[in-house]
Structure formats: C-alpha cells, structure tokens
C-alpha cells in the first residue's frame, strides 16, 4: 500500500473511479455502513477560498464516518504567509488522518501533499474540482446508468476549473465530454491532451466547440457553472456585463431545448441566474441541481473511506 491523495481527477483510474461511485450509493443507501474514522480520528479541513456546500458536505461527511471535522480557520493559519505550505502539512499530518483543502494554485496542493504523510483531498483548487464531479457523475447514473456513452454538455467558462475536472472525469467514466466555450476561454491544453488520451482508453470522447447550441444537440446532460469563478473577481464587470465572451453560452430554454427531451440539468452552485443560467431552467424540472448538492457528502465520504483504506502511513 502507498499512500494516495486525490488532488485532480485523473489522480484515480476509470476502475476506482467506478468503484468509489459504487461505495457512494451503498453509502447514499445507508450512510452509517462505513466507520472508517471511529475513533473518532480527526480530518483536517481548510478553506482559502469562500464555501458553503464543502465545508458543510465534509463536516457531515466526517462525522458520518464516526469521526471529528477539525476546521482550520484560514485566516488564522495563513497557510503559505504565517507558515510555509510544507510546514503546515507536517503539523495537520500529525493531528490528522487526511486532510481536505480548498486553496488557489495546484501547485500549493500538490506540495501539502508531497509533506504531509496523510491523503491529501482537493475540495477545489483553480484547476480541477474533482470531488465536485464525482457528485455528478453519481448524480447523472442515478438518473441515467450506466455513464458509458452517455453526452455530457458542459456550456460556459471552458477555461476553469470545473471545466477541467468534467474533461478528466468524464473521459475516465467513457463519457461523450463536449465543452461550448468562447474562443477566448479554451480549456487548458495540456489537461485537453490528458483528456484525449484517456477518452481513447475508455471509449469516451473529447469536443471543444464555440458553439453553445452545438455543444448542447442531443446531450443526456447539459451543464453550466459561474463565469466569474472565485479569485476572479476582479472579472466581474467585464464577465457578466455588456459584450461579455459568455454572453451566448448561457443555458436558457432554448439551449435546453437542443438537448435530448429527457436531458437533465446541472451546476454545481453558487448559480447566478440570468447570467449562466435562466431560473426556468435550473427552477424547473429538468434540473436536478439539488440531488447533486447532496451528493457531495455521498460521494465525499467515499473518497476518504477509499482513500484511507489504501493508503499506508495514515495515522491512526
Ligand atoms: N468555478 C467555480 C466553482 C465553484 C464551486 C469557482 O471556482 O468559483
């Protein structure tokens, strides 16, 4: 055993991918079947970014598991300022059996991973979300499946970091991945490249389009999420004003309409509407919004139970 963290998507195969979604719906059935962290161990979570849905999801996740949520107020830690990144990662690795982080740069993550001794989980960096679409994906196949040659549509920021993770993601559970982006905010080339060659493993497929419309023909689910991602507020303006690159890669009725009839909706919120997306479309019926922001915890949970099963050199 060697230990493993999950700091971007492709951290895991198409196979423990697979397997972690199934460990989230037996334990969607029956959230107490898992005491990973009775003890009850301790799970360092830290935010450099604003959040409501992580800190809530990890917290319940946690506690779930039999174990306490030791929420390291960022403010005060000033991870990288006060104390380097490597520092603070052997502190937490001694008090705690993982740690969960929302920060900036990957580059951070990466090297609270590299010290800390303990699985390190990404709980959304500028790059990747990739607890977020384990969510969904676990979301679509409660609706839909199997995942395996199903369309997934993602219409808004191509550049960012949902955007990214739906690539990975969705390439590794055989999925048909289109991203409809302005020519302005193509995905990252290189996680494209990653992308690809893992969609030619799977069987899935990669399409970067700047047509929305496009994008959205016949998909099984059709996806947005905010244009002005955190840490780039500075943005705003010119993001969501008059003459903005988004302004036709918003999911309205009449995208939605391009999709398969019985497509669904999602976004993993904050949701602005009128800008991403129309409040008829994530208020109505196709969205299924709710479930994926419940699924968090579902999924999450399954991501520490698996990971500290694996992982040699956790604390206890
Ligand atoms: N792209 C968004 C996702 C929020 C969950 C952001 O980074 O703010």
């Keep these: 055993m060697s230990l493993r963290h999950f700091l971007k998507d492709d951290d895991i195969t198409a196979d423990e991918q697979a397997e972690i979604l199934r460990l ?10 898992d005491r990973t962290l009775e003890g009850p161990k301790v799970v360092a979570v830290l935010f450099d970014k604003p959040t409501l849905r ?10 779930h598991l039999g174990g306490y949520p030791m929420i390291v107020d960022a403010k005060l830690a000033q991870v990288g300022e006060r104390e380097s990144v ?15 982080w929302r ?12 010290h800390a001794g303990v699985p390190v989980v990404n709980a959304l960096t500028d790059d990747y ?14 609706r839909k499946g199997d995942l395996a040659g199903l369309t997934m549509a993602y219409v808004g920021d191509g550049a960012n970091n949902m955007a990214h993770s739906y690539l990975l993601g969705g390439a590794l559970a ?15 080339e290189d996680i494209r490249a990653r992308a690809e060659a893992i969609a030619a ?3 899935g497929s990669i399409t970067v389009t700047d047509e929305a419309y496009a994008a959205a023909t016949a998909a099984d689910v059709v996806i947005t999420d905010t244009w002005v991602s955190m840490g780039m507020e500075a943005e705003k303006d010119s993001r969501h004003g008059a003459g903005s690159p988004f302004e036709s890669f918003s999911v309205t009725p009449e995208l939605m309409a391009q999709a398969d009839p019985a497509a669904i909706f999602l976004h993993c919120l904050p949701a602005y509407r009128g ?8 208020d109505g019926p196709q969205s299924v919004v709710w479930d994926e922001a419940e699924n968090r915890l579902h999924a999450q949970k399954a991501v520490l139970s698996w990971l500290l099963e694996r992982s040699a050199g956790a604390a206890g």
């Design 24 to 33: 989230a719906a037996i334990l969607k059935a029956d959230p107490f079947a």
């Design 54 to 63: 992580t800190q809530a999801s990890f917290t319940a996740a946690v506690a």
């Design 86 to 100: 490597a520092d603070t990662a052997r502190i937490l690795g001694r008090q705690a059996v993982a740690i969960v």
């Design 103 to 114: 920060t900036y740069g990957q580059d951070r993550i990466e090297e609270m991973a590299a």
């Design 129 to 142: 979300h990739p607890c977020q679409i384990l969510a969904d994906l676990m979301t679509i196949s409660e």
């Design 174 to 188: 055989g999925m048909h991945v289109r991203i409809g982006t302005p020519r302005s905010h193509p995905p990252r």
């Design 201 to 203: 493993t799977t069987g």
């Design 275 to 282: 800008f991403e997306v129309a409040a008829e479309v994530i």
